[in-house]
Each structure stands twice: as structure tokens, then as C-alpha cells.
């Protein structure tokens, strides 16, 4: 017992101050990865967690909502799918409205007309479906994709 008191002790030390900070901004960061990289395995995809960045699916999402994948099984017509589109930074999540010849359509909730023709994709490659909305965590991202320009 002693030992983990004289443990604990040289680790408050270690992060006190402004070297703390930035030692426990890394290991956020090494957690968050090793837990995305869980994700990726269970869930199925190489996308298992996806910010929403625009309000395009309101009211089911909202912006700065994070959502949950899941790659496994078929997708129909109503399920939220999230995607990636050539002229985006980061991927899609609208729902799928109609699947013709292969080709899904698909449309935001809070949009009028349905996606732009360059935005159909193929059911192979769709990245996973919705299963789980974390309201208000997707802005850690957004914050940082916005302060850094990375996605």
C-alpha cells in the first residue's frame, strides 16, 4: 500500500502545472484513438463514430451530435447511412430515400429535394448505418477540425 501512495505521489507531481495539462491532453488522445480503433473492429467499420457538421437532418440530428456506425448487415430504404462524397471533407449522414439499379438516393431530413446526382453511392460503398445518437460530444471534433482544418 505504500508503494502505490508513493506511486500516486511522483505521479501528481508528474502533472501538476502546465506540463499536467498537456500529459493528460496526450493520453485523451491515445485513449481516444485505442477506443476508436476498438470501435472500428466491433462495430464493423473504418467509421465507427461520425460528428454531425450540419443541420441538414434536423430534427433527427442535430449539428454536434455524434453518432454511432454500424457496418454489418443490409441497408433499406429509411435507414440513415453515412457515406463519403468526393467534394466533402467528411462523410455524409442522410437517410436513404430510394435504392435503384445498384444506386442509393439519398436526403437530408431538414432538406427540400433530395442529394445531388454526384452524391449517389453504391450500397457497397456505404460506410455503416446510424444506430446511436451522443447529443452536444460531435463538437469536440467539430471544434477541432475548425482550429486545426484537419478531418
Excluded: C
Excluded at 446510424?130 to 460531435?138: C, E, N, Q, T
Aim: aromatic share 14%.
Amino acid at each position: 500500500m505504500a508503494g502505490l501512495k508513493k506511486l500516486q505521489k511522483k505521479w501528481d507531481k508528474f502533472t501538476e502545472g502546465w506540463f499536467g495539462v498537456l500529459v493528460y491532453l496526450i493520453l485523451g488522445f491515445i485513449i481516444a484513438y485505442v477506443f476508436n480503433v476498438f470501435l472500428t473492429y466491433v462495430l464493423n467499420t473504418q467509421t465507427p463514430v461520425v460528428a454531425v457538421f450540419s443541420e441538414s437532418m434536423i430534427p433527427t440530428f442535430f449539428k454536434g451530435d455524434m453518432i454511432i456506425v454500424y457496418g454489418r448487415g443490409d441497408v433499406k430504404v429509411g435507414d440513415i447511412i453515412v457515406f463519403e462524397v468526393p467534394d466533402r471533407k467528411y462523410p455524409i449522414i442522410h437517410r436513404i430515400i430510394s435504392m435503384e439499379n445498384g444506386f442509393i438516393k439519398t436526403k437530408g431530413d431538414n432538406n427540400f429535394s433530395e442529394d445531388p446526382e454526384n452524391w449517389r453511392t453504391q450500397v457497397d460503398n456505404v460506410l455503416g448505418r446510424a444506430i446511436l445518437k451522443i447529443p452536444l460530444l460531435g463538437w469536440v471534433k467539430i471544434i477541432f477540425v475548425d482550429l486545426t482544418g484537419f478531418a
